[in-house]
C-alpha cells in the first residue's frame, strides 16, 4: 500500500490530503502515511489559499525532493529508536 502511494505522489506530484485518502481507498487520512513523513519520503504543506470571500487553509501531501531523500537514505543519518 505504501509503495502505491508513493508511485501515485511521484506521478501526480502533489495531492490535497483528502482527495489523496480517497484515492487510496480509505475516508480517513491513513495511519501509515505518518509513517512515511517520519521516515521522511513525504511531507505535508498546509497552505493559504485565498478565495473570493475568506482565506482557506489546503492540506497536501507530495514526495520529497530527491536529493534530499539521498542524504537521508545513508545508514549515518537515519535515526535511532
Known amino acids: 500500500m505504501k509503495a ?6 511521484a ?7 483528502n482527495a489523496f485518502a480517497l484515492r487510496m481507498g480509505s475516508a480517513r ?3 501509515w502515511l505518518r509513517e512515511l513523513e517520519n521516515d521522511r519520503l513525504i511531507e ?3 497552505r493559504t ?3 473570493a470571500t475568506r482565506a482557506k487553509r489546503r492540506r497536501a ?3 520529497r525532493e530527491a536529493e534530499s531523500l539521498s ?3 545513508n545508514p549515518g543519518n537515519r535515526k535511532r529508536k
Open 4 to 9: 502505491l502511494a508513493l508511485a501515485l505522489l
Open 44 to 46: 505535508r504543506a498546509y
Open 61 to 63: 501531501v507530495r514526495i
Open 49 to 51: 489559499s485565498k478565495t
Open 11 to 17: 506521478a501526480e506530484g502533489e495531492f490535497e490530503i
Open 71 to 73: 542524504r537521508q537514505m
Open 29 to 31: 487520512v491513513p495511519k
